[in-house]
């Protein structure tokens, strides 16, 4: 990996010169600024870091943004609580890891979950050969037996008979495996390649079939999952030389809905205590948008390979994620209003065109209402909000995000520092989500940051 410019303190000092002249400006101004946190960063290079592209996923937070604001000094010190509760697969927490902060993470999808506890927990190189090398043996004596279908949805449209009794062999590999890091860090390798085994377009987020088909080479499952054991090794390595060691404290798991926090247990466990009140110094997340991006379809495959979620568990798991797109057909006959004056012309109009629609982004402002809630509960006073937001288009309409989450931010307290504008250039963040929605091309980052002696909080938004 190509070696950062400049020296910490070097980074430190001009991302927080940079950071104080934003500050000044928007007090000031009042003022959304242009920024590209790509350039800001400039010592870092675009695309691998340590061990971020473990695992592909969509709609991930560009790791310049998270670095930017960690690093920044009066923001967070060694050793503080850094919390995402919106955590994907762990690129805040990585991040925080290698700034040598404390990271805590939230999470409602399980494959998410299971990427960044393998890529921030450290791992013993020993197991690691000693799990690799009985996979190895067992190949031959897997692949000769009849193994159980697996729980995939249209497994027969995304893989071929030949590749599926491949993969089924090699699950059956790592299922007898003894649980740890070793075993983890396997299961993702084997995540990995089912999706790159598959009929799927491997430039698209969301299962699509490819329609190249018949020019593809044929797959080796087994050399696949090889080939990416040995990449996904030279990335911890990486995370090991970034971090000057072997052995460390990896994220700390708080729950998987961001409405409700824990305090972590033992390893990557979940506490039955609520996280307490006034621990975390800085909180860093990007939400998900109102008719989210396809998390639990986009993973599907996965989820269905490493038993995570079947095909009749995949509903209910989206059912339980905010940004949800599907609701009874009964729930949508009356209009549902929020209390945000703005937020609530827009869903009235959209409800005369598409009534779903209205009430997808309805819940999805209550329910990111509670979240924030949670938030602010948990950050210390004097402490900083980062939220990562995407505008969207509902039914033709601007649905103003980042508008509507500033004012219930501010409505419990929170006093806006910056806002800031940065142009997309991933892709992953690019896919129209419904034909009723639109591209999302720009995200807003707005800096809030908790009152010295915060009012208590307001009743949260109810449907009227």
């Known amino acids: 990996m190509k070696k950062p410019r400049l020296d910490d303190a070097d980074a430190a000092s001009e991302i927080s010169d940079r950071l104080e002249e934003m500050f000044a400006r928007y007090?000031?101004?009042?003022?959304?600024?242009?920024?590209?946190?790509?350039?800001?960063v400039h010592w870092l290079k675009v695309g691998e870091r340590a061990t971020h592209y473990i695992h592909s996923y969509p709609a991930k937070l560009l790791p310049h943004i998270a670095h930017f604001f960690l690093n920044a000094e009066?923001?967070?010190s060694l050793g503080d609580r850094v919390l995402d509760p919106f955590g994907g697969t762990g690129t805040v927490a990585l991040e925080s890891l290698l700034a040598g902060r404390v990271p805590l993470y939230c999470e409602m999808n399980p494959l998410a979950q299971l990427i960044a506890k393998v890529k921030t927990q450290s791992l013993d190189g020993s197991d690691l050969d000693t799990a690799f090398r009985q996979v190895k043996a067992a190949r031959t004596t897997c692949l000769t037996r009849r193994q159980l279908a697996p729980q995939v949805v249209n497994v027969n449209h995304w893989?071929?008979?030949?590749?599926?009794?491949?993969?089924?062999?090699?699950?059956?590999?790592?299922?007898?495996?003894?649980?740890?890091?070793?075993?983890?860090?396997l299961l993702i390798a084997f995540s990995q390649t089912c999706r790159r085994m598959s009929n799927a377009d491997p430039r698209l987020s969301v299962p699509v079939r490819c329609k190249d088909l018949p020019k593809r080479k044929p797959f080796d499952a087994w050399g696949a999952f090889d080939e990416q054991v040995a990449t996904n090794r030279r990335?911890?390595?990486?995370?090991?030389?970034?971090?000057?060691?072997?052995?460390?404290?990896?994220?700390?798991?708080?729950?998987?809905d961001a409405r409700r926090l824990y305090e972590p247990d033992?390893?990557?466990?979940?506490?039955?205590?609520?996280?307490?009140?006034?621990?975390?110094q800085l909180v860093i997340t990007s939400p998900p948008y109102a008719g989210a991006q396809k998390y639990v379809r986009a993973t599907s495959l996965s989820l269905g390979w490493l038993d995570f979620a079947g095909v009749s568990d995949l509903k209910p798991l989206e059912n339980a994620c905010i940004g949800r797109e599907h609701f009874p057909r009964a729930s949508c006959q009356v209009c549902q209003c929020v209390g945000i004056n703005s937020a609530d012309r827009l869903i009235r109009r959209v409800f005369k065109i598409n009534p779903l629609r209205s009430l997808i982004v309805a819940t999805y402002l209550r329910e990111m209402d509670v979240a924030?809630?949670?938030?602010?509960r948990v950050l210390k006073p004097g402490g900083h909000l980062v939220m990562i937001l995407g505008n969207n288009r509902v039914c033709g309409f601007?649905?103003?995000?980042?508008?509507?989450?500033?004012?219930?931010?501010?409505?419990?307290g929170m006093i806006t520092r910056l806002r800031l504008v940065d142009e997309i250039r991933s892709r992953g963040l690019m896919t129209k989500r419904n034909k009723t929605a639109?591209?999302?091309?720009?995200?807003?980052?707005?800096?809030?940051?908790?009152?010295?002696?915060p009012p208590s909080s307001k009743q949260s938004l109810r449907i009227r």
């Open 398 to 412: 601007d649905f103003k995000t980042s508008e509507y989450i500033r004012e219930l931010a501010e409505r419990h």
């Open 438 to 453: 639109s591209v999302i091309t720009r995200e807003w980052v707005i800096v809030f940051q908790k009152a010295s002696h």
């Open 372 to 376: 924030l809630m949670e938030m602010i």
């Open 159 to 185: 893989y071929t008979p030949s590749i599926c009794k491949e993969l089924s062999a090699l699950k059956a590999t790592l299922l007898p495996l003894k649980s740890g890091a070793a075993k983890e860090f």
């Open 27 to 40: 007090e000031r101004t009042k003022r959304a600024q242009n920024v590209s946190f790509r350039k800001m």
């Open 235 to 256: 990335r911890y390595a990486e995370l090991c030389e970034l971090l000057g060691a072997t052995n460390f404290d990896g994220a700390k798991f708080v729950g998987n």
């Open 74 to 76: 009066g923001l967070t």
């Open 266 to 280: 033992s390893d990557f466990g979940l506490g039955t205590k609520r996280l307490r009140k006034n621990t975390v």
